[in-house]
């Protein structure tokens, strides 16, 4: 899975992702310190991994991952070049979601490129460069379609649909506003829009206005309320603390989020908004060797999900021996005992997969 971190120059992008990833990209007062996206692997927390690893007493752990690229700011204007905005809308375009940093703090020693703090403005003014760059998509992709219709009449369709786009995008709303039956769906996804990605919105809130949920900050609430119009996730964290954390081994991260009254750290926050938003699920594979998780799309089927352990599983699949997480734990990590009980289940190839399914896969090659 790989996420952008979007938004406009010294927003606290950098900031967040040195804070998630420990990469140590370039952080500057200044706008355009990312040139070129810096790429993060950060692993995805999963307490479910330490309780399975002791059960089977395995040899490693292997969490599942996600990509994190730390674009460039944008400016007004991207979608025209400006502050080498064509380069940056590319490098969004082969993200999977946008993580968008939104400014909800005031500071007089960052400076800001708009010269005061205004979330909704801001928001504006990104999403309207990334509508431009899909009219702009649009426009060409139509011209192209038309003249082929002429001679396949089935393109109509298409150019229906893409018509029905352009329209919304020119009342300036993104992509991601509109509904599309599962015909016209998988056709939308291929064009690839920017403004269709789906999109978290990261509320960064200063340290001195920081509390557990920063639900009283004025800035954070109009985020909020403009991601609900989207569909769209809001997650509220402050890059700053989050970087200090960072900083800090296993057990002073606990102790410290103790402090401060938080139970979970904005990386974990923005993980489970990202599962949220994408519609993913993680099923969990354990043994002496390794205990490991692999994430999958909500709907997922049992052969294809074993496809993602290896292509001669998915082929050969025969069964999947299946037990909850939750049913697993309960029954003392005992997995004779849960057989008994009638709780291991024999799944076949159209079994839909569950997150925290603990399965082991039968196949024959």
Not at 284 to 297: K, S
Request: aromatic share 8%.
């Amino acid at each position: 899975m790989k996420l952008g971190i979007a938004g406009l120059p010294n927003v606290g992008k950098s900031t967040l992702f040195n804070a998630i990833t420990n990469a140590g990209a370039e952080s500057a007062n200044y706008p355009f310190c990312t040139i070129e996206p810096n790429v993060g692997v950060v692993s995805v927390p999963d307490e479910r991994l330490e309780v399975l690893a002791k059960i089977y007493e395995s040899k490693k752990i292997v969490p599942t991952y996600i990509e994190f690229y730390d674009i460039a700011g944008l400016v007004k204007g991207a979608s025209k070049g400006e502050g080498l905005g064509n380069k940056f809308l590319s490098h969004i375009r082969e993200v999977e979601a946008i993580v968008h940093v939104v400014r909800c703090f005031e500071d007089d020693n960052i400076v800001h490129v708009e010269g005061n703090i205004n979330p909704l403005r801001d928001i504006e003014t990104i999403n309207l460069e990334l509508i431009f760059s899909d009219i702009e998509l649009l426009e060409k992709r139509i011209q192209k379609t038309v003249k082929l219709a002429k001679a396949d009449a089935s393109l109509k369709k298409e150019v229906e649909i893409m018509e029905r786009i352009k329209s919304t995008l020119e009342n300036s709303l993104s992509a991601r506003t509109m509904s599309f039956n599962d015909e016209e769906l998988s056709f939308v996804k291929s064009l690839n829009l920017l403004s269709y990605k789906p999109i978290i919105y990261i509320a960064n809130v200063s340290e001195d206005n920081f509390s557990s949920d920063n639900s009283e900050n004025p800035y954070v609430k109009a985020v909020a309320e403009f991601a609900k119009s989207e569909n769209a996730e809001c997650v509220s964290i402050c890059a700053g603390l989050e970087y200090e954390i960072s900083q800090l081994e296993e057990e002073e991260k606990k102790l410290f989020l103790e402090d401060l009254g938080i139970g979970e750290s904005g990386l974990d926050k923005l993980v489970k908004a990202s599962y949220s938003l994408l519609g993913l699920i993680s099923f969990l594979t354990a043994g002496p060797m390794e205990t490991r998780a692999w994430t999958i799309r909500k709907g997922t089927k049992a052969q294809q999900a074993a496809g993602k352990i290896h292509s001669d599983i998915e082929r050969g699949f025969i069964r999947a021996e299946t037990i909850s997480f939750a049913e697993l734990v309960a029954s003392g990590g005992n997995m004779v005992a849960a057989k008994e009980k009638g709780l291991v289940r024999l799944e076949g190839k159209e079994y839909i997969m569950q997150d925290g399914d603990v399965v082991l896969f039968r196949f024959n090659v």
